[in-house]
């Protein structure tokens, strides 16, 4: 452009004639300006009417309280949810909520939501097939559905829902299987925890569905020192339940110190120390960790001798815990030189042995678990974990010894997809070490440490409406394999049924098997995005003969849905929820309707009473019969409510206490554990899993190499997280616009590389690229990923690239939806022969894969 | 009322952008967000975090720059922007030094942050500060809150931007590394004058951006009161 000169007389000229012409030229409609203040804004945009009490139960696993503002817009002149506000009186959110709590208001008013039931008039299934639908109401469909239903064998179906009580009842009554989506977010730490802490069941054990099915939180706000084995995953980023905890923690002097090989905002501002792990080795560091403590005796004596089984006496030949003949656990005293109940002993050896001792008038060799602990570890050394981490030996050396002097106000938080939950076929070992360490540091049922849900209990369905009969027996084969991974099964059979079940190996088990011929969706409003290499299950539906869905939004998965029933908005359902993510004080919060579900919207419970009476009518009547009017209640929370003395019911509690009660009073270190651990009424942390021993696996934290590894062009580990706005491929979140400005404005649409790693390739920042999996690990139906590069030193390492979970569908029906790649369609289906020697719980995988990455 | 600021501590943000949509909402702003035009975004970058929001400069360029008087500073401190006799220039969309005023064509207005005034003028924290989950923001008398960001930025040898940029601004912004190597503008420590038009072609050119707007304003609403009497 080329520079404008002009002189003084000229601008004179140019400026007067300007004038000149505007004065005698006519400007119609002007209006006098009003107040300054006035005119920019001064006013709200709206005038609240409510301010109705919710809980967020489907975000996060933080569940914080709030209120959603109804008030009516002033531009539109319509009354609707405008905002949230938040609670400060309760003890998890203390007032503070997320953007995803935000989203979720307008999620309300999408204009792509669910409010017919969708009926397919086209058999054939498929992303390419116009499905023909036709809108029936939901009665109706439910009646069609229930008719087809009866036709089948209870073998032949399998419901792929949480493990809610309506799922829980609807499945045992009809003696079907069913198959948990949440194993690919914390199954892992949901068997650990069991069969390490919380032995279900037990009187905390509660009925309310929350994500991780875990009976702690972790006291972030009065810890002293953390370990992160990549705890602040981008996801973390914006779960506000915890976040605030954090924050106060940090303002209070918290160490904060982190593994992991993104550096994220939170590292950026929150952490002390941050270490660019190698994926998938944490475990070295927590070995050696483990290591450390024993060897150099900086363990919680106390906790670790009364609190755990770590005097417990192994038989060196069964692998077991040797009991008494009342089930007691034994152990060595070092001052009678016998074996002596663990309850009744004065000493009990630690380390040492093995021992001579008489089991059943058997001579054994038996060996404390400490003492094979620190066998296990031996060779575990600082240095050793070092070579395979990348982490300095000298930080590990010094931050274990850190991490000992500041218990027991110390925790390792572990949640979701951090590298201890399904991240690699070696997180059941990472997950057992981290809960070996609270256990070496006392933290465990601890102020400042990790804190164990106490005094409240909501009550489960049968609780409240008992079974008229016991349940039949579930089919003996689970089309998820289940049922080869007897830890996992046992637990779902005969301790939980609410436990987590194979999602990752679903898709297979339908794909390659043909017993299954009806496929029962319970949303939630996340489709095939929430599975991973959903193109295995997309395949495998194509060939059942029933296929439904209850979802909110009419998202991918229904291209392959013969009905689909619409579901109310999360705000449109009562709610009573224990505060599990920082149970430091009893508390119950409760939510109602924000307003009435739109259109033909049926709700779960309504759905399985009358799929109940229809097919199992004797668990679904008060009194066994198939009498209708005599259906059961299912009032868990009237009934937790009065329990607790808290309120007669939840209309009082709502009106009354404003829908929040919080017993205030000093947590009292170690007692929930003598009340729901293993060798109750002395409960303990049990570190020796024989049910682990049982099935030929290491019933101790042990080293292993990863499952996979990088081969040829292949090369790149693949890390996923997720924006701190979505949650799956919620469309609550991805159909919406603003959202995904604000996603692609951050990159969460982008793959991830470092500059190395993208100079090397030849990749400049915004160059389209192509995403492909080891074909050794993905054998069958590959669906490449198709994206562009974002090159960012925020991934710290050559060795790995990001991709963001939570993006991705395909749904013609989503007008903002179809956005984004598909992580899940670059990780394999497991299957057993493949889990089976690395994983006794078969729940980790998800980021065990390798790729490679190449200009589109 | 006194003079405010936001204090913005980034070592605490996590980029969650729980403020972005909370403005959204507060503001009733989602068919324009849904263009892409807010108020406020936070852009997780490889140094930090950078916040996109109005600085509310002690001497803002925006007023300096408008011809029409469409913005103007509150006692409190807060640059208020009103549409009404705003011509459409977007002056002040080239006179801004931190790049904030947007043009939302469709709507034919410019778009920036209030402070939410409408709740500070009620005693009331701004949507976003009062949102944050980790209060990273803060709101408060100015004097507080630059005391409070000198002690914070000594104790952890952070950096400030906003004290002093353009003549110090009332959004004081605390960052680990440096504030322009994240991506915040490099604004001078005196106020930028005339960063628009009029220093191109001095008045006379603003004269006629003036006769310009002011025409096609009339001619706008000559047009919308031509549909309201259809």
């Not at chain 1, 572990?414 to 076929?425: E, F, I, M, Q, T």
Request: net charge negative.
């Amino acid at each position: 452009m080329g520079e404008v000169k002009l002189k003084r007389r000229d601008l004179l000229k140019i400026g007067g004639a300007t004038c000149l012409t505007a004065l005698f030229t006519p400007l119609n409609n002007l209006v006098p300006f009003t107040n300054f203040a006035e005119a920019a804004e001064s006013e709200s945009k709206y005038e609240i009417t409510k301010k109705i009490p919710q809980v967020c139960a489907r975000a996060c696993e933080c569940d914080c309280a709030y209120n959603v503002v109804v008030g009516v817009d002033k531009t539109t002149g319509i009354e609707r949810a405008i905002t949230i506000e938040g609670r400060p009186e309760d003890p998890v959110s203390r007032g503070k909520y997320c953007i995803k709590a935000l989203g979720f208001v307008d999620g309300m008013y999408n204009p792509d939501r669910l409010l017919v039931a969708l009926k397919r008039t086209n058999p054939k299934r498929g992303v390419d097939e116009d499905p023909g639908w036709v809108t029936v109401s939901s009665d109706e469909a439910l009646n069609e559905i229930i008719e087809k239903m009866k036709e089948h064998k209870r073998e032949e179906m399998v419901f792929c829902s949480p493990g809610d009580p309506y799922s829980n009842r609807l499945c045992r009554s009809l003696g079907v299987r069913r198959s948990d989506q949440r194993t690919e977010c914390f199954g892992t730490h949901y068997y650990l925890n069991s069969l390490m802490v919380t032995n279900p069941p037990n009187k905390y054990y509660s009925s309310t569905y929350t994500v991780t099915h875990s009976l702690w939180g972790f006291d972030y706000s009065n810890t002293k020192y953390m370990l992160w084995f990549g705890f602040d995953s981008f996801s973390k980023c914006g779960k506000a339940g915890i976040l605030n905890h954090i924050a106060e923690g940090k303002r209070n002097g918290t160490k904060i110190v982190g593994f992991n090989p993104l550096r994220t905002p939170i590292a950026d501002g929150m952490m002390d120390e941050w270490y660019p792990i190698k994926p998938g080795t944490d475990l070295a560091v927590a070995l050696a960790m483990i290591k450390i403590m024993i060897d150099e005796k900086i363990y919680h004596e106390d906790f670790v001798k009364n609190y755990t089984d770590s005097a417990i006496l192994i038989d060196a030949d069964s692998k077991f815990h040797i009991t008494d003949s009342d089930g007691k656990w034994m152990a060595w005293c070092t001052e009678h030189n016998r074996m002596e109940p663990i309850d009744s002993c004065d000493a009990p050896a630690l380390d040492g042995g093995p021992f001579t001792v008489t089991v059943d008038g058997k001579e054994v060799q038996a060996i404390p678990v400490l003492q094979l602990l620190q066998e296990n570890v031996k060779d575990c050394t600082p240095e050793w974990a070092a070579e395979i981490s990348d982490v300095p030996a000298d930080v590990i050396s010094r931050v274990t010894r850190e991490l000992a002097e500041a218990a027991p106000n110390v925790c390792l938080p572990n949640l979701k997809r951090d590298p201890a939950g399904p991240n690699y076929s070696n997180s059941w070992r990472l997950m057992h070490a981290i809960n070996t360490l609270h256990a070496l540091t006392g933290s465990f049922d601890h102020d400042g440490g990790v804190l164990f849900l106490h005094g409240v209990k909501i009550p489960w369905l049968e609780d409240v409406d008992p079974l008229a009969k016991p349940y039949p027996p579930l089919p003996e084969k689970s089309p998820d394999f289940r049922h080869e991974f007897p830890v996992t099964e046992e637990i779902y059979q005969k301790k939980d049924f609410s436990a987590p079940g194979h999602y990752g190996m679903i898709g297979y088990g339908l794909y390659k098997g043909n017993d299954t011929k009806v496929v029962v969706f319970k949303g939630p409003h996340r489709g095939l995005a929430a599975l991973i290499q959903p193109q295995m299950t997309e395949k495998a539906l194509e060939k059942m003969d029933l296929v439904w869905d209850w979802d909110l939004y009419p998202d991918d998965i229904v291209y392959w849905c013969d009905y689909v029933l619409p579901a109310p908005h999360q705000y449109e359902e009562g709610k009573l929820d224990i505060r599990q993510y920082y149970p430091k004080y009893p508390s119950l919060v409760g939510g109602e309707p924000v307003q009435e579900p739109p259109g033909d919207c049926i709700g779960w419970g309504a759905i399985a009473k009358k799929i109940g009476l229809a097919m199992a009518p004797e668990y679904w009547t008060t009194d066994g019969s198939s009498d209708p009017e005599k259906v059961i209640e299912g009032n868990m929370n009237d009934a937790a409510l009065k329990a607790l003395g808290v309120a007669e019911n939840t209309k009082e509690f709502l009106t009354e206490q404003d829908g929040i009660w919080v017993d205030k009073k000093p947590y009292e270190n170690y007692k929930t554990l003598r009340e729901i651990g293993y060798g109750r009424p002395n409960g303990r942390v049990r570190l020796y899993i024989d049910e682990f021993a049982k099935v030929s696996h290491e019933p101790l934290p042990k080293w292993a190499e990863r499952w996979t590894a990088a081969e040829g062009e292949y090369k790149f580990s693949l890390l996923i997280t997720r924006a701190a706005w979505h949650m799956h491929a919620d469309p609550n979140f991805i159909n919406n616009r603003a959202l995904n400005d604000l996603s692609e404005k951050n990159y969460i649409d982008c793959v991830w590389i470092s500059p190395n790693a993208a100079q090397e390739l030849g990749l400049n920042e915004g160059d389209p690229v192509i995403v492909e999996t080891n074909p050794k690990q993905m054998k069958e139906l590959p669906r490449p990923v198709k994206s562009k590069v974002h090159i960012t030193d925020r991934i710290a390492r050559d060795d790995c690239i990001l991709l963001f979970h939570g993006i991705g569908h395909r749904s013609k029906w989503l007008q903002h939806g179809r956005w984004g790649y598909r992580d899940g369609d670059l990780i394999p289906q497991k299957y057993p022969e493949v889990s089976k020697p690395h994983d006794p719980t078969g729940m980790g995988w998800v980021e065990d894969v390798y790729v490679k990455v190449a200009k589109a | 009322m006194g003079k405010y600021a936001i204090l913005v501590d980034t070592t605490f943000c996590t980029g969650c952008n729980t403020c972005y949509y909370k403005c959204i909402q507060e503001n009733r702003l989602l068919e324009s967000a849904e263009r892409g035009i807010v108020r406020t975004m936070v852009f997780t970058k490889d140094n930090g975090l950078y916040h996109h929001r109005c600085m509310h400069c002690e001497e803002p360029s925006c007023i300096d720059t408008c011809p029409s008087g469409a913005f103007n500073k509150t006692p409190e401190g807060i640059v208020l922007y009103d549409n009404q006799p705003c011509l459409g220039c977007k002056s002040c969309v080239i006179a801004c030094p931190f790049n904030i005023p947007q043009m939302d064509t469709e709507k034919g207005n410019i778009v920036k942050c209030t402070m939410c005034y409408h709740r500070v003028s009620k005693g009331e924290q701004p949507a976003c500060v009062e949102v944050c989950p980790t209060d990273a923001l803060e709101f408060g008398a100015y004097e507080d809150i630059t005391n409070k960001a000198k002690q914070l930025a000594a104790d952890n040898n952070l950096n400030i931007y906003g004290l002093e940029e353009n003549g110090g601004t009332s959004v004081i912004i605390l960052t680990k590394e440096d504030p322009v190597a994240i991506g915040y503008p490099e604004v001078s420590k005196s106020v930028t004058k005339a960063r628009g038009p009029k220093a191109v072609v001095g008045a006379a050119a603003v004269a006629a951006l003036a006769y310009a707007g002011i025409k096609k304003y009339s001619d706008r609403r000559a047009e919308i009161e031509g549909k309201k009497d259809e």
